[in-house]
């Protein structure tokens, strides 16, 4: 649609292009407009109004929690990862409230019976508790299902994601700050100037504690979010990497990014000893017309002001055994990311052409593996959402037991002081 638009913005008439402009309205893939601009104000204010008071709640708490990384590491560490459990609902319940969506989940023999389908319609995966997750990268928020992703598993672990991102997010107010309390990495996209900041950060992710997260070898439960594509497709980014791969002789993407593989390489190599698995999802949303990017049309606005959210989000998984990736040399891995992204682009291909991705699959002589009555029509069917309704209320826990602590603590200093005093003979 952008580039549509870039190229009628050269020559078309002034009528032209409002009819060009109603035209993408009338075929916005989620359909026409569902509030109005008195009701989108008001669902802005509630948004921001929800979601920063969410956030500065969760970074009072992580300030008041950061003395204990003087006193104890593991137990400092053990007191974030609560308040990114925090974020990690507030995300769920926004997306359950402004932006609701299905969410329709397959995945190849590889993931044979890590996912199904709860008697009251979540999803629950039993993914590791140590895992490099990487994804194609469509819109902005991408990000969000694949936190939830965490949530929904079982041990839960959106208290334990790790996001590499772009620099500049740190100094967003209030969530810069709580990012950086939750451990994310920070990169300029130099992996010069990158590296030693990204070894410190990979450094910690293992190291062996003993606090309240630690497993048995003592490592504490990791999931890092990687976007080998380093930034999400659009009419200017697809132009460059089709200009990079015709650069370097190897055939472009259809429907994504050249994936990048130094940084992904490096973190591999990096972590390699204490994860076994690399975890890779394909997302697409429904809709997107064939050539045309998902953030013209999913933004911000559209899906979370205008009622207009992708009609289902599709997630398809595959896993990858460390062993078998081949980590001696940056060469062969960029060879052997380059063939995943391959396959997702097919796997992409499948999903315009069909509108869907290709079912669940079964492990050969493993037809147990996934309980019956949990797939529909070999998919699972699901929607981002809280287990429990009250689950938002864990936001404000910790604020709240400190308030009552510093409550109980200022009775108890009055009744020393004042009482004393009330007994004083003048």
């Not at 569902?34 to 009072?60: D, E, M, N, P, S």
């Not at 969530?175 to 990495?185: E, H, K, N, R, V």
Request: with cysteine; proline share 5%; net charge neutral.
């Amino acid at each position: 649609m952008a580039t549509k638009n870039l190229r009628q913005r050269k020559g078309a008439t002034p009528d032209t292009n409002v009819n060009n402009e109603q035209k993408a309205v009338d075929e916005h893939p989620a359909g026409e407009v569902q509030h109005g601009k008195a009701t989108q104000w008001l669902r802005l204010i509630l948004f921001v109004t929800y979601f920063y008071g969410c956030c500065i709640t969760i970074a009072v708490t992580q300030f008041l929690g950061s003395p204990l990384y003087l006193i104890n590491r593991d137990y400092f560490y053990a007191y974030m990862a609560l308040t990114k459990q925090s974020f990690g609902l507030v995300i769920t319940v926004m997306t359950r409230w402004w932006s609701p969506t299905v969410v329709r989940i397959s995945g190849d023999a590889s993931v044979a019976g890590q996912m199904r389908k709860t008697a009251d319609g979540r999803v629950e995966f039993s993914f590791p508790d140590r895992l490099v997750m990487i994804a194609n990268h469509q819109i902005y928020t991408d990000w969000i299902y694949l936190w939830w992703s965490a949530y929904a598993n079982s041990p839960q672990m959106h208290g334990h994601i790790y996001i590499i991102l772009k620099e500049s997010l740190k100094y967003v107010p209030v969530i810069g700050t709580a990012m950086m309390f939750y451990g994310f990495i920070f990169m300029s996209r130099k992996m010069a100037k990158d590296q030693a900041r990204l070894a410190h950060r990979l450094g910690k992710l293992r190291q062996v504690h003993s606090g309240p997260m630690s497993g048995t070898k003592g490592l504490d439960p990791m999931w890092l979010l990687v976007f080998p594509e380093g930034t999400n497709i659009s009419d200017n980014t697809k132009p460059r990497s089709d200009q990079w791969a015709e650069k370097i002789g190897v055939k472009p993407m259809r429907h994504l990014l050249l994936p990048r593989s130094t940084g992904t390489f490096f973190c591999l190599n990096e972590l390699k000893d204490t994860v076994d698995y690399v975890y890779d999802c394909t997302v697409a949303y429904e809709g997107v017309p064939r050539g045309e990017f998902g953030q013209d049309y999913f933004t911000l606005t559209s899906s979370y002001l205008e009622g207009r959210p992708p009609k289902s989000v599709n997630m398809y998984w595959r896993r990858f055994s460390m062993v078998d990736i081949p980590l001696q040399d940056h060469d062969s891995f960029e060879v052997w990311l380059r063939e995943r992204w391959y396959e997702k682009d097919d796997l992409m291909e499948q999903f315009l052409t069909t509108g869907r991705f290709p079912a669940n699959e079964v492990a050969a002589g493993d037809e147990q593996a996934v309980p019956k009555g949990v797939l529909n029509g070999g998919f699972i069917e699901t929607e981002v959402k809280p287990a429990h309704w009250w689950e938002i209320g864990n936001v404000f826990v910790v604020l709240g037991a400190w308030a009552l602590v510093a409550n109980i603590a200022a009775k108890f200093w009055n009744l020393v002081v004042y009482g004393n005093m009330s007994g004083y003979q003048y």
